[in-house]
C-alpha cells in the first residue's frame, strides 16, 4: 500500500533553517507530482509547495523565495528545504501524492520561536 513518511521537523529559531523528507514508498514515485502541505492550529490545511514528475515547482505565495521543494527519484523521497523560517511557519507539515485519492502521511512538527 501507499506509505508516505515524513521526517526533519523539530524547533528552530526565527531565521533557522530545517529540511523536511518525505520517503514513499507502494507507488511509482518517480512519475507522480508530490506536494507538502502545513496546517497550523486552528487554521486550515494549506498547501505549500508541489514538483512535478519532471520537477516543475510552484510555491505558497506565502513561502515563495524561502522554501525549495526538491525530488530524488533513485530514493523515492522529496524534500522540503525552509531557510528564513517565521513563527508564522510553525504548523504541522505533511507530505501528500494524489492517485485519485489523496493520500498523507502522519507529519512532521515544525516550530518557530521569536
Known amino acids: 500500500q501507499v506509505q508516505l513518511v515524513e521526517s526533519g521537523g523539530g524547533l528552530v529559531q526565527a531565521g533557522g533553517s530545517l529540511r523536511l523528507s518525505c520517503r514513499a514508498s507502494?507507488?511509482?514515485?518517480?512519475?507522480?507530482?508530490m506536494k507538502w502541505y502545513r496546517q497550523a492550529p486552528g487554521k486550515q490545511r494549506e498547501l505549500v509547495a508541489t514538483?512535478?514528475?519532471?520537477?516543475?515547482?510552484n510555491y505558497a505565495d506565502s513561502v515563495k523565495g524561502r522554501f525549495t521543494i526538491s525530488r530524488d527519484n533513485d530514493k523515492n523521497t522529496v524534500y522540503l528545504q525552509m531557510n528564513s523560517l517565521k513563527p508564522e511557519d510553525t504548523a504541522v507539515y505533511y507530505c501528500?501524492?494524489?492517485?485519485?485519492?489523496?493520500?498523507w502521511g502522519k507529519g512532521t512538527l515544525v516550530t518557530v520561536s521569536s
Open positions: 501528500n501524492v494524489e492517485l485519485g485519492l489523496y493520500y
Open positions: 514538483i512535478t514528475s519532471v520537477g516543475s515547482t
Open positions: 507502494g507507488i511509482i514515485f518517480s512519475i507522480y507530482a
